[in-house]
């Protein structure tokens, strides 16, 4: 296999904790394991040292009202550094920003470019103070435009496939390829010890891993451990991550008379992860906006067993019933599967066995090859004059966002 030298461009990484930053840093080692030189474009980040090669940073401000830093996509050291790595692939992760670089620039050099859509971006429609149907048909045509430039586009799952199918018919150039799992660091990992650090010898821990955001539907998971909580006084709640929805969540546990069993952790850096959910007993998970399901992925090579609302991400992940129990989104339905397997020893190992065993498909080293085969497909497509074709009769197709946006053509 030929080396490739390969440009990342995204709006977050390390230390920024998501399930975008996981995956760019994963899909990164083992793209090198495989002899691959790949090169990250990503924010700046005060006070914090890349420990790892070929990371290049373009400024960014922070912002009091967002989760994470704003990327200033412009940098004159990037634009000389760029045509001296003779690159192969660009790769955008997003379509914004250093997305929008990551275009130009694949245009400039005439290499192709990969885009991964990570996120439901309509999902995030309530952000802009507009009617809501019209933001999220705008965002749909703004992303069509963006992924008409694009060679090939990866999805995370299956469902996100059916998704681009069904709105924009995009039917070719698309391939599933989720995240994967660097299995031994969950298998390995030991949580007596914070379990004594947290006082949680002898409890029953339900934990859960997002960012504390209004999409992220944590409301029905805290509606339901107090469910739990109130018939079990020897259950508590872990909530790993943080966000700009905190001091409201937690303002709520306390109101449901809770709030002494529901832990806010904060961040906690990767390493971390797993022996934070190797110390719990059950994951919990409430998300109907994920794309892959990834925080479940990895609770699931930590050997614990699942319960999640019914949607897409989650259900691409877990078979209800098999290697997880899947609910309706209301917080009684969930409330009611955690009891079933807090209540059934035997169900719960089956759980664990049937997702430790499932688990073992999304091995990184097998989907960082399947990645290669994409970048190799897309360069003969570029060479051929051949891109992303979509069904420009879909209604999505009506929309014009430059007029949106206040931008003349």
């Known amino acids: 296999m030929a080396r490739m030298h390969i440009a990342h461009f995204t709006n977050t990484y390390l230390p920024v904790t998501s399930g975008v930053v996981r995956s760019v840093r994963s899909f990164r ?14 924010q700046h980040a005060t006070d914090y040292k890349d420990e790892e090669p070929f990371i290049f940073r373009y400024p960014a401000l922070e912002l009091p009202t967002q989760d994470y830093p704003l990327t200033i996509p412009v940098s004159n050291f990037v634009d000389r550094l760029l045509p001296s790595l003779k690159l192969d692939v660009i790769h955008a992760h997003h379509p914004a920003l250093l997305g929008q670089v990551a275009a ?42 963006y992924m008409k430039k694009c060679q090939h586009i990866v999805v ?34 030991d949580g007596s010890a914070i379990r004594q650090q947290r006082g949680w010898e002898n409890d029953r ?21 107090a469910i ?6 020897d259950v508590r709640l872990a909530i790993l991550g943080d966000g700009n929805e905190r001091a409201e ?58 319960v999640a609302v019914d949607a897409t991400g989650t259900s691409d992940i877990v078979d209800n019933g098999v290697d ?26 089956r759980l664990r066995q049937a997702g430790t065993d499932k688990i073992k498909r999304f091995d990184m080293k097998v989907l960082a090859e399947r990645l290669v ?15 992303v074709v979509m069904d420009e009769q879909k209604p999505i197709f009506q929309i014009n966002w430059q007029k949106f946006f206040g931008i003349s053509t």
Not at 205 to 225: C, F, M, P, Q, Y
Not at 228 to 233: E, G, N, S, W
Not at 324 to 349: H, P
Request: aromatic share 8%.
């Open 29 to 42: 080692r083992a793209l090198t394991e495989l002899g691959h030189n790949i090169f990250v474009f990503a």
């Open 104 to 145: 130009r620039k694949a245009e400039e050099f005439h290499v192709p470019l990969i885009f991964t859509h990570h996120t439901r971006y309509q999902e995030y429609s309530h952000y802009v103070a507009l009617p809501q149907e019209l933001v999220k048909d705008v965002i749909g045509r703004w992303l069509a435009d």
């Open 156 to 189: 995370p799952s299956r469902s996100i496939q059916a998704m681009l199918a069904e709105q924009y018919g995009i039917h070719d150039r698309v391939t599933v390829v989720p995240t994967g799992i660097e299995l031994a660091p969950y298998q390995q990992a």
């Open 205 to 225: 821990v339900l934990i859960s891993v997002g960012r504390l955001a209004e999409e992220k539907n944590w409301h029905t998971l805290l509606d339901a451990a």
């Open 228 to 233: 739990v909580m109130q018939r079990h006084p």
């Open 249 to 306: 969540l937690e303002a709520y546990s306390q109101k449901l008379n809770v709030g002494s069993r529901i832990e806010f952790v904060g961040k906690v850096p990767f390493d971390e992860v797993p022996r934070y959910l190797k110390a719990a007993d059950l994951f919990c998970f409430a998300s109907v906006t994920e794309t892959q399901g990834l925080v479940t992925m990895e609770a699931m090579a930590a050997g614990l067993p699942v």
């Open 324 to 349: 997880g129990l899947l609910t309706a989104n209301d917080s009684q339905a969930l409330a009611e599967a955690i009891e079933r397997v807090l209540a059934d020893d035997d169900l719960g190992q």
């Open 373 to 387: 085969e994409v970048y190799q497909q897309a360069i003969v497509d570029k060479r051929a004059g051949r891109a």
